[in-house]
Every structure is written in C-alpha cells, then in structure tokens.
C-alpha cells in the first residue's frame, strides 16, 4: 500500500501549505522565535545561521517539506536527526548564566508553536478560506510534526483557542534583548548572494521582511518597538492578498517538488 505521509492529500495541511506565502509565514515565525530569550540564545550559540542563511534557510525548508509530504518513514528519519541534533546542544542564559538544553520541551514547544500558528496566519491573510473548524484541525494535524522533534502531542494546542491562550501565557517570558534585536536586523536585512544585495532584488527582500513583520501580532510588534499605526493591519492585510494571488499563479510543482513527487507517488 502507497504511504501518505502523516497528513496525506485530504488534510488541511496539504491544503495549507499549497499557498506559497507560507514561506512569508516562516520569516514571521523566526521574529516571533527571537522574543523568547533562551530560545535566540541557543540560536546564536549554536547556529551557523549568519555564516550561511541561505543554507539554512534551505535545510529548513527542506525539512518541513518532508514532514508534509514525505513518507511515513521519511518524516520519522528526519524528526530523529533532528532530535539527536538538539540533544547534543546547550546554551548559556546571558541573563542569569544558567546552562540549559536545546532540546528542553519549552523551547520546542514556542518553536513549533510559532511555526505553525506563523504557516497558517499567512496562509489565511493571503487569500486561503478556511472554517474554524479548519483551523482548529490544521493545529492538531500539526500535532504530530510535534511529535517528531521530541515533544508529547498531549502538551502542544491543538486548536486556535489553544494557541490564542499559549501566546497570552508565553508573553511575560517575552522580551527585546540584544541577541534578538541583532536577529530582528539579520532578518530584515540579511546578505544576499551573488551581489543581489546591489540590486532591485534587495528592495523585493525588504519588502518581503516587512510584509513579515507586518503579518506579527501586534503585541509581538510593540515588543520590537515598532509604531502599532491603525492602518498596520489593513495595509498588511491587502498586501499579503495581492502576493498570495500572484503567488498562486505559479505551478505548485515548481515550488515544491517533493509535493510533486508526493502526488506521483499517491497516483502511482
């Protein structure tokens, strides 16, 4: 029998991650990441991410794509090198200098939590129509890309109440410091290879970083210091509709070939 995956093709997870803006949605998630203090910090100490953004940008995303739409096998070979990496990880709290462990369930959790609430608030801004009975299932499908990276599916929200009342508990740990200051510039202004950053395609970037910023809650905006302007929102609303239809003028297949691959192997 053909393996689908942990979703197959009737999930709302198939259905979400169709919508190319939720790459948008994965810049989102990274500014959203570095307002947890020891989470940027285990970034910082252990990431090579400034050295080579794009690499890392591409494993990610490579990542993800075979969680989705990887075979059953396929997304539990990579949970486990993800979690054999986190395990060999530490960090140092610049704040109070305890050692802790990458792989500690409450960084996992902001982690996945933001990921997947950042996927789906693109998606949704972008043009995607969904119920909330929709939503509620897209958040405990995701349950089991939890699962992969070493957390209990039973710790994780599973529905949009769930995440709403996550973010409100998580937020007195949230803070601007130095290490998430210098992400929060990396992201909107991070090198370009091949000299683009001398040309029109560093303007597009910048437009991209700020249509991120734009899709963040706006208690996540303040926190960066941002002015909450009442047009924000609206604005960003109308900005993420016009790419989400550009974008999905475009063949999926082109952008992601291993869900091509994906509906191949289903068909086959």
Do not use: C
């Amino acid at each position: 029998m053909t393996d689908a995956g942990l979703f197959g093709p009737d999930s709302v997870t198939w259905r979400v991650h169709r919508e190319p803006i939720v790459a948008v949605g994965g810049l989102r998630s990274l500014y959203l990441q570095a307002l947890l203090p020891r989470a940027v910090a285990g970034v910082e100490q252990n990431s090579r991410y400034r050295k080579d953004p794009w690499g890392r940008f591409q494993h990610t995303a490579t990542y993800v794509a075979t969680v989705i739409y990887g075979t059953t096998e396929q997304a539990e070979r990579a949970g486990r090198r993800v979690r054999a990496m986190h395990a060999r990880m530490t960090a140092t709290d610049p704040r109070t200098g305890e050692r802790f462990r990458i792989d500690d369930p409450h960084l996992l959790r902001w982690v996945h939590v933001t990921e997947v609430e950042s996927f789906l608030a693109a998606a949704l801004r972008g043009g995607l129509r969904l119920s909330g009975a929709q939503i509620d299932a897209y958040y405990a499908e995701q349950t089991r890309a939890a699962a992969l990276v070493g957390l209990d599916p039973a710790t994780v929200p599973d529905s949009a109440a769930a995440v709403a009342d996550y973010y409100e508990r998580m937020r007195p740990e949230l803070e601007l410091t130095v290490d998430s200051a210098a992400t929060g510039i990396f992201l909107t202004l991070p090198p370009l290879p091949y000299a683009l950053g001398l040309t029109p395609v560093r303007g597009a970037a910048l437009g991209l970083s700020a249509l991120a910023i734009g899709l963040l809650p706006a208690w996540a905006r303040r926190l960066y210091g941002l002015p909450g302007l009442p047009a924000t929102d609206l604005i960003t609303s109308a900005n993420a509709l016009v790419l989400g239809r550009m974008l999905s003028a475009i063949p999926i297949d082109w952008i992601s070939p291993m869900r091509r691959d994906a509906v191949r192997r289903l068909a086959a």
